[in-house]
């Protein structure tokens, strides 16, 4: 669908957050999610004990999973492992309680074999609140040819419980933005906060229904880190609403920790351009960088929609250039 013209005057933008649930369809991967079977393929980080249940605090159904403090945690087994396809995203979900420690849930990449690769548990998220149940999102895209199975970890500090696991894989496309379009609400986004999710406009966009509405100086980011390859070349976008001063485009560095890189981060590009303009660029990863998060700010109150972050596609001025030889195409996957 094309540009929408015509609306005129943000002043007549409804803007409203969207906090309920979205659907997102697909089969659960995670074998006994609710551990309603007992620790049916759980076990304690030990390899030997079963998983402790607790019938009394519970999302959902009859039981959860017991979380022991000092990371003495519980995982899923070998022979429940998840198979994975290489540049397909999995959208990873808990939901986790605690009084007053942090939960967090980590991905554990093992090779084709089972095998678990040293040094690769992949943070997906964490908790933040206390003495309620709270749903950690996270999204894992994997990268390397060695990795066939995955599986899920669960730790913490003080202790906790957790329940409704799920790994669901996402359908494919070249863009790796989870949500790009904001079609299924603000799942995927967060204001600069890293708390807030952001206001959503309807019936106002560039495509679709509906897009993100920004007040002067508030910046969102995507919410799920973006996985990328040292010397790989990335094409990065997105389509901007204004009526004054200046939007700005750009992506944020993070490690392999997912620690924010503060000096690492890339303006993409900016717009005076009234009414619909999009924004592109080319980014290239600087050292150091394992993930990035997409951002967009205004100043001024401004629309966002239809974000892209991809590999770079060649064309023929690559070409005559010299700037590549041989292009590895990578699809990655969401619904």
């Known amino acids: 669908m094309g540009k929408r013209q015509g609306l005129g005057y943000f002043i007549i933008l409804i803007a409203v957050y969207l906090t309920g649930r979205y659907c997102f369809s697909g089969e659960n991967l995670v074998l006994n999610p609710g551990f309603e079977e007992g620790s049916k393929g759980w076990i304690q980080f030990d390899n030997k004990n079963p998983v402790s249940l607790n019938s009394e605090i519970v999302a959902g159904g009859k039981f959860s999973a017991v ?7 519980l995982k899923q087994t070998k022979e429940s492992a998840i198979k994975i396809e290489k540049g397909v995203g999995y959208l990873i979900t808990a939901k986790v309680y605690s009084e007053d420690g942090r939960i967090n849930i980590l991905c554990a990449e093992l090779d084709t074999n089972k095998v678990w690769l040293e040094q690769r548990s992949i943070p997906v998220g964490s908790s933040t609140k206390y003495k309620q149940w709270e749903e950690i999102l996270g999204l894992y895209i994997p990268t390397d040819e060695k990795i066939g199975y995955i599986i899920i970890e669960v730790v ?3 202790g906790g419980y957790v329940d ?4 669901i894989k996402q359908k494919k496309t070249d863009n790796m933005v989870f949500n790009p379009g904001f079609e299924e609400g603000p799942r995927g986004w967060v204001l600069g906060d890293n708390i807030t999710p952001p206001a959503l406009t309807r019936g106002f966009a560039h495509s679709g229904e509906a897009a993100a509405h920004l007040k002067s100086g508030e910046l969102v980011k995507t919410n799920f880190y973006i996985p990328v390859e040292r010397d ?3 094409d990065v976008s997105a389509w901007i609403y204004l009526q004054e001063r200046v939007a700005y485009l750009a992506v944020s560095s993070f490690n392999e920790n997912k620690q924010w890189l503060r000096d690492k981060r890339v303006i993409i590009g900016t717009t005076k351009e009234t009414g619909w303009t999009k ?4 980014y290239i990863p600087p050292g150091g960088t394992r993930y990035v998060a997409v951002e967009v700010w205004g100043d001024t109150t401004i629309v966002v929609d239809d974000v892209v972050f991809s590999e770079h596609m060649p064309g023929e001025a690559d ?3 010299g700037k590549i030889s041989v292009f590895f195409s990578r699809e990655v996957s969401f619904l």
């Open 232 to 234: 790989r070349r990335y």
């Open 67 to 73: 979380v022991k403090s000092n990371y003495d945690g």
């Open 319 to 321: 070409m005559r250039e």
């Open 279 to 282: 924004i592109s660029g080319e």
């Open 164 to 167: 409704d696991i799920k790994v």
């Open 156 to 158: 913490s500090d003080k």
